[in-house]
């Protein structure tokens, strides 16, 4: 087949500058062939090189004596002592999702799965966090239904609980939608198996799904704006297959469990192209590859096409040749392709074979770790515009336009569509602050969490980095879990735009201080630029994702308040609503600068929950929408009612932050009080559980109507019909 001129319009439309066009000419001397200038894509795009984020990734914190593997494989794994350990990450699909949102969002699913059990890992709990434009635009019903039965139809086949994670809508994404996909698995800390490649001569093997068309150039298309031609985007987008995944799992744990495998990668993002040369980088080795051997499910591939395609459900591995027939009678007994498409060599060289032709022949080491690195000009995010006084509203009036929002509303559509128990050790299912999984025959159990206020981040980056961490945080606390690490998807627009760069260095700080501060470490993590549309960005949205250890289940907090409880506030009044919940849900108005984050006072508060959990019998973190709306979920959720003691809009309504509420009996609030005072801990009771009012000040509305509008208002925006079970 006769290969396209390699001409500048084809060089441009492979994502590559001029500039870096002219890199490839110095670095191999020639001009490239086709596939050749398809890899350089592949390799040097934003997605998988991260040539505009390295420098400011290198400045986060890393490193922590829990950690067993930080951020550079494919996922981070944390020790949780007696010799287990914790393996996950964070990644997204944004750009496939809205392309085709159930194949995209189901392989984001299938993705970080891989991630998670290419490392020895088998995997116990998922989330997502999405976010979506407005409800009323006419793509966002499409997106909502398709993404969330994407994610459902992948993880509920595959068999891994869904957890939780964040929903939101805002018109920023109306053009971008955002799917972040975290998975988490358990491994034996001292059996993790790594994808850097050793030893000359050895065979790479390819194991799972057979190769297809699917998802070429996805990675490249991941990387770039979108524009009208959106349309033409839709066979970059894998096609996604769950059964095939967990047969794949399975196969790979066995063949892990014999001592035969070297290294192994999963093919994700740039498929054969990027977990080869990631597995050759690594080990300082060279791979040939024969494409010959590739296995296939359509006719005439090109060697184009299959180094290029994203068809999930796929492995390469280097393997010890003495095991070969024992790892393929493993594959074959589960249905899976296994086949020997190349070895490690010495020399520096990525060198492709087909049909007796050299396609290419690159220096392998170029590709990678030589990948374009970039310093981009950024300038600081200005100071927000002040808050002007938002106009006069009752608490309930207030509370009504929370609940009443698809952003503040019960997501349970959501989560009802995702199987929440499969393996049977789901503790604290999705719907109230981190979702808690046993772990396995033990008395252990991890906590899981995802957090980020955009609206935050985006009037000062800096605070809302800090602020989206110490939310991971807290959540943790409140289940009584101790916060081990953590994971990031930061999501921005276009970072060749100077005041877009400026807010992600100004959140990769307060990312860092935060994590720093609070011995939180990040060890893996994604980053995910050009969410744009027709130059219009998204809101600035660095997920955070979170994982907290339970050393014994009785040190679980996953009461429901009783009547009669008290209401105790841990950390300060409300006062601060400037970008709240409230200012833009009943007013519109998105203004004001983020909440300050203290980071000692979070760690206190933290620290002062987790010592003093045998007073408490439920506990929830103070975020968005403040005292009023944190109370609401929390009497809601128990089917009682509450009153709160005040009636001022900005201490029931303020955004401050290292803010808990506890629901406590008559002794334990006394000695919760008590503790408080001792230790220096802001404290006080506002409020009592009960009756089945919701009473803030003399404003009091029926806890029934309340919930039947909690309930519905998802729902309601969606498809404008209320469910059955609202």
């Known amino acids: 087949m006769q290969e396209p001129a390699i001409t500048p319009e084809l060089i441009a439309s492979h994502g590559l500058k001029p500039d870096e066009y002219q890199r490839i000419l110095d670095i191999i001397g020639r001009e490239p062939t086709f596939t050749e200038l398809g890899i350089f894509s592949a390799m040097w795009n934003e997605h998988?090189?991260?040539?505009?984020?390295?420098k400011w990734l290198r400045?986060?914190?890393?490193?922590?004596?829990?950690?067993?593997?930080?951020?550079?494989?494919?996922?981070?794994?944390?020790d949780i002592g007696d010799g287990q350990a914790v393996v996950f990450k964070m990644e997204s699909h944004n750009h496939p999702s809205y392309i085709e949102p159930h194949q995209g969002a189901a392989t984001g699913v299938g993705g970080i799965l891989r991630d998670v059990f290419t490392m020895g890992a088998r995997p116990i709990a998922a989330m997502d966090a999405l976010s979506f434009g407005r409800p009323e635009h006419p793509k966002t019903p499409h997106l909502v239904k398709g993404v969330v039965e994407g994610i459902g139809a992948y993880g509920n086949a595959f068999g891994v609980p869904n957890l939780g994670g964040e929903v939101r809508f805002h018109r920023a994404y109306d053009g971008n939608c955002l799917?972040?996909?975290?998975?988490?698995?358990?491994?034996?800390?001292?059996?993790?198996?790594?994808?850097?490649?050793?030893?000359v001569g050895m065979p790479v093997v390819y194991l799972g799904a057979k190769t297809g068309r699917d998802g070429v150039g996805g990675a490249t298309m991941a990387s770039a704006e979108f524009d009208d031609t959106i349309e033409e985007k839709r066979p970059t987008v894998q096609v996604g297959d769950p059964f095939t995944e967990k047969c794949l799992l399975e196969a790979c744990l066995e063949l892990m469990a014999t001592d035969s495998v070297i290294s192994i990668q999963?093919?994700?993002?740039?498929?054969?192209?990027?977990?080869?040369v990631e597995m050759g980088?690594?080990?300082?080795?060279g791979i040939q590859l024969n494409l010959d051997h590739v296995p296939q499910r359509e006719t005439n591939m090109t060697a184009y096409e299959m180094m290029l395609s994203e068809s999930q459900e796929r492995m390469l591995m280097v393997l010890k040749p003495e095991r070969e027939a024992e790892a393929r009678a493993i594959f074959q007994k589960w249905d899976l392709d296994f086949a020997i498409v190349g070895e490690t060599i010495a020399e520096d060289r990525f060198l492709i074979l087909h049909g007796n032709e050299v396609m290419a022949d690159l220096p392998l080491s170029k590709l990678s770790s030589s990948a374009p690195e970039y310093d981009r000009p950024w300038v600081e995010t200005p100071p927000a515009a002040p808050l002007d006084a938002l106009p006069a509203i009752t608490p309930i009036a207030a509370l009504r336009a929370l609940i009443g929002s698809p952003n503040y509303a019960s997501k349970h559509w959501v989560w009802e569509q995702y199987d929440t128990q499969v393996g049977a050790d789901t503790i604290r299912r999705p719907g109230m602050g981190a979702g808690v999984v046993r772990v396995h025959g033990t008395d252990k159990a991890l906590a899981f969490t995802s957090d980020v206020t955009p609206r935050y981040v985006k009037a000062n980056p800096y605070q809302g980095g800090k602020q989206a961490v110490a939310e991971a945080f807290r959540n943790l606390c409140a289940v009584g879990a101790t916060p081990l690490a953590t994971t990031d998807n930061l999501n921005f627009g276009n970072p060749e735009k100077p005041e877009i760069m400026g807010q992600f260095v100004g959140a990769i700080k307060g990312i860092g201080?935060?994590?720093?501060?609070?011995?939180?470490?990040?060890?893996?993590?994604?980053?995910?630029?050009?969410?744009?549309?027709?130059?219009?960005?998204?809101?600035p949205t660095p997920t955070i994702g979170a994982v907290g250890l339970i050393e014994k289940l009785?040190?679980?907090?996953?009461?429901?308040?009783?009547?009669?409880?008290?209401?105790?506030?841990?950390?300060?009044?409300?006062?601060?609503?400037?970008?709240?919940?409230?200012?833009?849900?009943?007013?519109?108005?998105?203004?004001?600068?983020?909440?300050?984050?203290?980071?000692?006072?979070?760690?206190?508060?933290?620290?002062?929950?987790?010592?003093?959990?045998?007073h408490i019998r439920a506990a929830t973190d103070l975020s968005d929408g403040g005292l009023a709306l944190a109370a609401f979920e929390m009497a809601e959720a128990a089917g009682i009612g509450l009153r709160l003691s005040s009636d001022n809009i900005a201490e029931l309504f303020g955004e401050d932050q290292a803010r808990y509420l506890i629901a406590a009996d008559g002794p334990g609030a006394a000695a919760l009080l008590d503790a408080a005072q001792a230790a220096g801990i802001p404290a006080a009771q506002v409020g009592q559980f009960g009756g089945m009012a919701v009473q803030m000040g003399e404003d009091a509305g029926d806890l029934a109507d309340l919930s039947a509008l909690y309930r519905s208002a998802f729902a309601n925006a969606i498809h404008g019909d209320t469910p059955d079970h609202a």
């Not at 998988?48 to 390295?54: F, G, H, L, R």
């Not at 400045?59 to 944390?78: M, Y």
Request: with cysteine; net charge negative; charged share 20%.
């Open 48 to 54: 998988c090189s991260y040539k505009s984020s390295k």
């Open 59 to 78: 400045t986060l914190h890393t490193t922590g004596p829990q950690v067993i593997c930080g951020p550079g494989e494919n996922a981070g794994v944390v």
């Open 179 to 199: 799917v972040n996909a975290f998975a988490a698995g358990l491994a034996d800390a001292d059996k993790i198996f790594y994808s850097a490649a050793s030893g």
């Open 266 to 276: 999963d093919m994700g993002a740039a498929g054969l192209t990027c977990s080869a």
């Open 281 to 285: 980088d690594k080990g300082g080795l």
């Open 513 to 539: 201080e935060a994590c720093r501060a609070l011995d939180f470490p990040i060890v893996s993590g994604n980053v995910s630029l050009y969410n744009e549309t027709d130059g219009t960005g998204i809101l």
């Open 554 to 614: 009785d040190d679980l907090i996953a009461g429901q308040p009783q009547d009669g409880d008290v209401a105790i506030l841990i950390g300060a009044p409300g006062s601060h609503l400037g970008q709240s919940a409230l200012a833009a849900e009943a007013f519109g108005v998105e203004t004001g600068d983020a909440p300050p984050v203290d980071l000692s006072a979070e760690r206190a508060h933290g620290e002062f929950i987790r010592a003093n959990r045998s």
